[in-house]
T-cell receptor, first 114, second 117 residues
């Protein structure tokens, strides 16, 4: 069975601070996909990134960066120089290669104060 | 514009009533999903469908039913058997399994907030 743990329920930072959201996963498969989604107050989840299990390269997209470490089963998400618009709930998710569905973590609520 | 449309945005259910939440997509996606989100909690999978006329139960299917008669549509019925239906319901779809680039990425609708009167 697969499992995704986001231990941080809520994080509050002041604008321009860097913040890292943790994600730890469990799976028996060797081929799987990891995702991060953002849920702003409007409610609709927005896809941010997908990483497959064979690609441990870290990725940077603007102020966002992701650190995938297979050895610790972690896929952490860092926002650099946070902004108020980054305030949202962030979900980490895992999908096994042969499955048609994903397992989501419970989410981390990020509040960025001005 | 392509996307997923959920309606209505808000829905109220009376005791003993069945209600149906609509989910339509024009992305030509094969797979569709229904999730329930309770306050402060993550997404729990209710039902999913990978192809027309076929669907599977998720983790919390009791008290819910679905149909998949058309590729574009995946309505969810909350039956009277669901004793605690108040929640935010999200529909999602996913591209064909053969597409490597977009594999397993889910695209979400704006959600339906269901409350009990």
């Amino acid at each position: 069975a697969q499992k995704v743990t986001q231990a941080q329920t809520e994080i509050s930072v002041v604008e321009k601070e860097d913040v890292t959201l943790d994600c730890v996963y469990e799976t028996r498969d060797t081929t799987y996909y990891l995702f991060w989604y953002k849920q702003p107050p409007s409610g609709e989840l927005v896809f941010l990134i997908r990483r497959n299990s064979f690609d441990e390269q870290n990725e940077i997209s603007g102020r966002y960066s992701w650190n995938f470490q297979k050895s610790t089963s972690s896929f952490n998400f860092t926002i650099t120089a946070s902004q108020v618009v980054d305030s949202a709930v962030y979900f980490c998710a895992l999908s096994e290669a042969g499955a048609g569905k994903s397992t989501f973590g419970d989410g981390t609520t990020l509040t960025v104060k001005p | 514009d392509g996307g997923i449309t959920q309606s209505p945005k808000y829905l109220f259910r009376k005791e003993g009533q069945n209600v149906t939440l609509s989910c339509e997509q024009n992305l030509n996606h094969d797979a569709m999903y229904w999730y329930r989100q309770d306050p402060g909690q993550g997404l729990r999978l209710i039902y999913y469908s990978q192809i027309v006329n076929d669907f599977q139960k998720g983790d919390i299917a009791e008290g819910y039913s679905v149909s998949r008669e058309k590729k574009e549509s995946f309505p969810l019925t909350v039956t009277s058997a669901q004793k605690n239906p108040t929640a935010f319901y999200l529909c999602a779809s996913s591209p064909p399994a053969g597409g490597y680039i977009a594999k397993n990425i889910q695209y979400f609708g704006a959600g339906t907030r269901l409350s009990v009167l």
